[in-house]
C-alpha cells in the first residue's frame, strides 16, 4: 500500500443516543446494553487498518451521541487507538458532546484525555424549538454546558445551531445567534435544517402540521446569518460554517472537503484513501459480529473513476470559500463559456487561479457541478 | 370466374367492420376458435389500439353455397383514414360490390356517406348490412329508414346481422354470393393486374397484391410495371389465406399475391398496372398516380448517439412503407436527423409510434410543415418544406402555400362550431349541401397548414366525435408567410421555427413561449423565451432562476449520496438538449406540438 497523499483523517462513529432527535437521520441506538461490545468491536477494526493508516493529524469522535460513553470507555478507546495509530503532535482532537451531558467532571475527564475541541449540540435556544426538535435540553443548559465546558479549560469550542426550523422567525434566530457569540465560540455550525427521509419532522411537515420556510424567507436566513456572523468577525469558510479565524477552522471536516483521505471506524462510518470509498454496515450487531469473525465490516465498497472523482472535488470544492483550482472545471468541452456564464451570472468568481463560489452560488452549490460537466 | 366474388367491407368507424371481418374469416373455416383472435385482419399493434385500420390485408375466403356450389370470396380490407384514401381507391377499384355497414342503433353516420359515395364513384354494387342488431339499443327499422332516406338504397333486402355474437353470418355469405356480381374478364387477353396494396417480408422482398383483370400469371413470367417499365421474374404467385398459399396460376377476375425478387416496397407503386413484359396489353388500368407526400417533419434521435440506429429503423421501417420519404437533415439544436415527408398528419403519427414501439427509439419530431413556394425577385421559383431553408426574405417576391378543399360531415347542430373553426383555419369560400336530414355537409377552401397541425383533433372535439373530415389539395395561392423563430437567451432553436402566415405568427409564438416555460426546468439563471420574426420579437416569456438548491451537511458518509445524485442527474442533463447553456427537455419539443384543449 502506498503512501496517502495527505495526512488522513480519523473518524470514530458513536452509534449510541438517550433517544432519537425528531430531525435526525444519523444511524443511532439507544440499548447502550452494547456498548461496552462495540468498543471492543472498534479496536479490533482500527486493527485491520494498521498497516495502512499509520499517523493522523485529526480525531473525531462523532455520533450518535458521544458524550454518553461512560468515562473509563471513552477512555479505553482513546486510549486504544493511540496504540495502534500515531498522532500528530499537534492534532484536532473534537468529541461531540450534547449540553446534557457536560458536567464540571466530564468537561474535566474530556480535558485530561487529551480532547482539544469540544463541538456543542446547542441547535436552538428557544424550548418551543427544541421541544419539536426532540432534544434533551433546555435553552439554559446549554448556555450552562458552553460556560462549564470554558471553566474546564477548552479554548477551541465549536456550537452547532440550526435555522430554518418551523416557526422560528428571522429576528428570533439572530436573537439565539447574539446569545450564543456572548461565549465568543471558536467556530459555530449553522446548519439549515434538513429533512431526512423516514424522520418523525418529515412525516409532520408533510403532513401539514408543520411549517417550514419558503424558498425566499430561507435565503434570507441564510444571507442574514452569514452577514451577522462576519460582522462579528467570523469567517464564513463554508456553507454551514463559520470560524473565528483561518486557523480555527474545523481541520478534520477540512479533510472531507479538501478531498483528503479519512478513516471511519464504528457502525456506518465512512472512509476513503483518496481512490476508493467504504461504509461499515449501519447495524451495531452486524458489525460486532463481522470483526468477531475478523472480516471488515462493509457495506459497500467503491473504486471512484477519474470522472467520479473530479466530479467530487467540484461537489465539494464549491462549498468552501477557497473554491477549486481553475484546472479543476477545465477539463470539459468549452467551459470557458461555463466559467464565464456563470461568472456572469454572479454564481462564481474567478480569483488567483481559483473559482471560488459567490453567496449567491452558495445558494445554489448543489447544482454548480452541473455546469462543467458535458 | 364465375364463383369469384371480390368484395370489400366499408363502414363508419365502429361499426363494427373488424369484427365482421374476422367473423367471415372464422366461418370460411381458416382459422378454429382456439386460434381465433379479435380482428385478425388488423395487424398491427397501433390498429388494434386505435381500432382502426391503416394498412390493409386482404384475405381469400372458401365458400361453399346451400346448393353446393363453391365460391373463393375475396375480402379486399381497406384503409379507414383520409391519408390514405388513394389506397382505399384503389382497393375499391379492385372489387366488384361492398358491404356497407350499418351499426342498428348508431344508424348512418357521416363516413358511412363518405364511403358510399366513394363505392359509387367505381360504379360498385352496395349491399346495406345492418350490424350489431343484438344490442338492447338496436332499432333496424328506423335504421332502415336512413339508409332508404339518407343514403337513397333499398333497405328492404338489408341483411341483418351481429358480427360480435355471428347472427346471420350466412345471410352475408350469400348477398356476397348472389347481389354481388362476379367479375369479368378475359384470361386469354394480355395480363393487365391493378396493384392495390405491397407488403414486405423479410425473405422475399416486396409481395405484391394485386386483381388480375385480364390475362393469366404464372411462376417463371417476366413482368413489366407499366409506370416505369421496370422488369422483374416471378417466383411464386398465390393468394392470401391469412397466411400465402401458392397457386400455379392467376387468372382474370382473381385476387392474389406476386411475388419476383422485388427488393423493397418502395420500387411498387400503388395503382400500378402489371403486364407481361413479352405480351404487354395496351391499356394501362385506369386511375393510377404518384402518391406525394404531404407534410414533412423531422426526426431527430434523442441522444445523438442514436443517430445511427435511427437511421437504420428508418431503412428497415421504409421496405413496408413506401409512402414515408426521408433524407438526412441536420439542426444546430438537435444534431443530425432525417427530414421525413408524410402523405398525411395520421401517417406522421403511425410512423412516429411505430419507429418508438417497434423500433425502440427515441425521437424527437419537429413541427409539422406543408410544401411552400417561393417566388424570387430573380423571377426563380423554389419550393421549401424545410424552414431551414426560408429564402432571404429580401428576395422574396411572392409567397404561395397549398390549399386543400375540406369536407366536413355533421350532424346540422354543430354546423356553427363547424363554420367557427373552419374560420379561425382560414377558411375561405364556404359551400353547405344537406345529404340527409338533420346532416350537413360543409365545403370549404382551406389551407393545408391549417389542418396538418391540430385540426382534426380539434373538429372531433366541437362536433363531440361526429364530423367526419375529408379533403382534396387543389393547388397554391398566394400567401403572406413569414418565419418565425424561437430564441431561447438569445439563442435560435432552429428545430422550432416555423413558416407561418403572418397572422398566425403571434398567437403560435405565445403559445410556444408559454409551452416551454412550462417544460423547460428553473435554472441558476434566467432563461428568456422569445419569438421572433425577422428581427422583431412578437412574444416572450421568462423562466426566473432557483435562488436555492443546497445541502446543509456535507460529511463523510454524504459524499457518495450527493456524488450519486449529481451523476443521475448529469445523465438526466445528457437526455436534454443544450442551446447555448440552457437545457432543454425533450418533453418541451413534444410538448410544442400538443394541442391545445382551450
Known amino acids: 500500500m502506498g503512501r496517502l497523499p495527505k495526512e488522513p483523517g480519523l473518524y470514530v462513529h458513536v452509534p449510541f443516543c438517550r433517544g432519537k432527535c425528531a430531525y435526525c437521520g444519523f444511524y443511532s441506538v439507544s440499548d447502550w446494553r452494547a456498548m461496552s461490545a462495540w468498543g471492543e468491536a472498534l479496536l479490533r477494526e482500527a486493527d485491520l487498518y494498521r498497516d495502512r493508516f499509520h499517523r493522523f493529524d485529526t480525531l473525531y469522535v462523532g455520533g450518535g451521541t458521544p458524550s454518553v460513553l461512560p468515562l473509563e470507555d471513552l477512555r479505553k478507546i482513546l486510549s486504544g487507538l493511540r496504540e495502534r495509530f500515531s498522532f500528530a503532535e499537534d492534532a484536532e482532537v473534537t468529541l461531540e458532546v450534547n449540553p446534557e451531558d457536560v458536567t464540571r467532571d466530564s468537561a474535566f475527564f474530556w480535558r485530561e484525555e487529551g480532547i482539544s475541541r469540544v463541538s456543542v449540540g446547542v441547535q436552538a435556544l428557544d424550548d418551543a424549538c427544541l421541544k419539536t426538535l426532540g432534544r434533551r435540553h433546555t435553552s439554559r443548559r446549554a448556555l450552562e454546558a458552553l460556560e462549564t465546558l470554558r471553566r474546564a479549560g477548552f479554548a477551541n469550542l465549536s456550537v452547532d445551531l440550526m435555522w430554518g426550523l418551523p416557526d422560528q422567525s428571522l429576528s428570533g434566530w439572530l436573537e439565539t445567534l447574539g446569545a450564543i457569540l456572548a461565549y465568543s465560540p471558536e467556530h459555530c455550525s449553522c446548519y439549515e435544517l434538513t429533512l431526512e427521509e423516514g424522520t418523525p419532522l418529515t412525516a409532520m411537515v408533510k403532513a401539514g402540521r408543520l411549517q417550514l420556510p419558503d424558498e425566499e424567507t430561507a435565503c434570507e436566513f441564510f444571507e442574514r446569518t452569514s452577514d451577522f456572523l462576519k460582522s462579528r468577525g467570523y469567517i464564513h469558510y463554508e456553507i454551514s460554517n463559520f470560524a473565528r479565524s483561518e486557523a480555527l477552522v474545523s481541520r478534520h471536516n477540512m479533510k472531507y472537503w479538501r478531498h483528503g483521505p479519512y478513516l471511519g471506524l464504528g457502525p456506518a462510518a465512512h472512509s476513503f484513501d483518496g481512490r476508493r470509498r467504504w461504509a461499515n454496515v449501519s447495524s451495531v450487531r452486524e458489525y460486532g459480529q463481522n470483526l468477531s469473525d475478523g472480516r471488515a465490516p462493509l457495506d459497500f465498497l467503491e473504486e471512484l473513476t477519474p470522472g467520479q472523482l473530479r466530479l467530487e472535488t467540484l461537489l465539494l470544492g464549491f462549498r468552501m470559500h477557497e473554491g477549486v483550482p481553475v484546472a479543476a472545471v477545465g477539463q470539459e468541452e468549452t467551459p470557458n463559456a461555463a466559467l464565464s456564464r456563470a461568472v456572469a451570472e454572479g454564481l462564481l468568481e474567478l480569483r488567483d487561479g481559483t473559482v471560488v463560489p459567490t453567496r449567491k452560488g452558495w445558494l445554489v452549490a448543489d447544482s454548480l457541478p452541473l455546469l462543467f460537466s458535458p | ?598
Not at chain 2, 417544460?519 to 421572433?532: C, L, S, V
Request: a negative charge; one cysteine or more; aromatic letters at 8%.
Open chain 2, 1 to 598: 370466374m364465375k364463383h369469384i366474388r371480390n368484395f370489400s367491407i366499408i363502414a363508419h368507424i365502429d361499426h363494427g367492420k373488424s369484427t365482421l371481418a374476422d367473423r367471415l374469416i372464422q366461418a370460411a373455416g381458416l382459422v378454429d376458435a382456439r386460434e381465433f383472435r379479435d380482428q385478425i385482419l388488423d395487424t398491427l399493434d397501433l390498429e388494434r389500439e386505435r381500432g382502426i385500420t391503416i394498412k390493409s390485408n386482404t384475405v381469400t375466403l372458401p365458400y361453399t353455397a346451400p346448393d353446393g356450389r363453391r365460391y373463393a370470396l375475396n375480402l379486399i380490407d381497406t384503409p379507414g383514414h383520409v391519408d390514405f384514401s388513394y389506397e382505399v381507391s384503389r382497393a375499391l377499384a379492385s372489387c366488384e360490390g361492398v358491404l356497407l355497414l350499418v351499426d342498428a342503433s348508431q344508424g348512418v353516420e357521416a363516413q358511412t356517406l363518405a364511403n358510399l359515395y366513394a363505392a359509387m364513384e367505381h360504379d360498385l354494387v352496395v349491399v346495406p348490412v345492418i350490424n350489431k342488431i343484438d344490442l338492447p339499443s338496436a332499432d333496424v327499422d328506423r335504421v332502415k329508414e336512413e339508409i332508404e332516406n339518407e343514403l337513397a338504397l333499398d333497405a328492404d333486402h338489408a341483411v341483418l346481422c351481429s358480427a360480435k355474437e355471428g347472427i346471420g353470418i350466412d345471410d352475408v355469405f350469400q348477398a356476397v354470393v348472389e347481389r354481388i356480381p362476379p367479375p369479368r374478364g378475359d384470361s386469354e387477353a394480355p395480363l393487365a393486374a391493378l396493384v392495390f396494396d405491397a407488403q414486405y417480408d423479410s425473405f422475399r422482398g416486396a409481395v405484391v397484391a394485386c386483381r388480375v383483370f385480364d390475362g393469366r400469371i404464372r411462376t417463371g413470367d417476366r413482368i413489366r410495371m407499366l409506370s416505369n417499365g421496370a422488369v422483374y421474374k416471378v417466383e411464386e404467385v398465390g393468394v392470401f389465406r391469412l397466411k400465402r398459399e401458392p397457386r400455379p396460376v392467376l387468372e382474370a377476375g382473381e385476387v392474389g399475391y406476386i411475388i419476383a425478387g422485388i427488393k423493397t416496397v418502395s420500387d411498387v407503386r400503388i395503382g400500378d398496372t402489371i403486364t407481361l413484359d413479352d405480351r404487354p396489353t395496351a391499356r394501362p388500368l385506369p386511375g393510377f398516380r404518384a402518391v406525394k407526400p404531404v407534410v414533412f417533419s423531422s426526426i431527430y434521435p434523442v441522444s445523438s448517439d442514436d443517430y445511427a440506429s435511427l437511421q437504420d429503423a428508418l431503412e428497415k421501417y421504409k421496405l413496408n412503407d413506401a409512402a414515408l420519404v426521408y433524407q438526412k437533415d441536420s439542426s444546430a439544436a438537435l444534431g443530425q436527423g432525417f427530414r421525413c415527408g408524410f402523405l398525411g398528419l395520421l401517417h406522421l403519427e403511425i410512423v412516429q409510434e411505430r419507429l418508438e414501439r417497434e423500433y425502440d427509439q427515441s425521437i424527437i419530431m419537429t413541427i409539422p410543415s406543408v410544401q411552400y413556394r417561393f417566388t424570387l425577385e430573380s423571377g426563380e421559383t423554389v419550393t421549401v418544406e424545410n424552414p431551414q431553408y426560408y429564402p432571404d426574405p429580401a428576395s422574396i417576391k411572392a409567397t404561395e402555400e397549398p390549399y386543400i378543399r375540406a369536407s366536413i360531415l355533421c350532424p346540422e347542430r354543430f354546423m356553427g362550431a363547424v363554420m367557427k373553426l373552419c374560420t379561425e383555419r382560414r377558411g375561405e369560400n364556404p359551400r353547405f349541401s344537406v345529404p340527409g336530414p338533420g346532416r350537413v355537409e360543409i365545403v370549404f377552401d382551406m389551407p393545408l397548414a391549417e389542418v396538418i397541425y391540430d385540426f382534426y383533433d380539434r373538429l372531433k372535439t366541437v362536433t363531440q366525435g361526429y364530423g367526419s373530415f375529408d379533403y382534396e389539395m387543389i393547388g397554391y395561392r398566394p400567401s403572406d408567410l413569414v418565419k418565425l423563430d424561437i430564441l431561447v437567451n438569445g439563442e435560435k432553436v432552429d428545430a422550432l421555427s416555423l413558416i407561418v402566415h403572418r397572422d398566425r405568427a403571434r398567437p403560435w409564438a405565445v403559445q410556444v413561449c408559454d409551452r416551454l416555460k412550462e417544460e423547460i426546468p428553473r435554472h441558476q439563471f434566467k432563461i428568456a423565451i422569445q419569438g421572433a420574426v425577422g428581427g422583431k420579437i412578437i412574444a416572450r416569456s421568462t423562466i426566473s432562476p432557483f435562488r436555492k438548491d443546497v445541502t446543509a451537511k456535507c460529511y463523510g458518509g454524504d459524499i457518495t449520496r450527493k456524488r450519486k445524485l449529481l451523476e443521475k442527474q448529469k445523465k438526466g442533463k445528457k437526455r436534454m438538449k443544450m442551446v447555448g447553456s440552457v437545457s432543454i427537455p425533450q418533453s418541451a419539443f413534444v410538448a410544442v406540438l400538443k394541442t391545445d384543449k382551450e
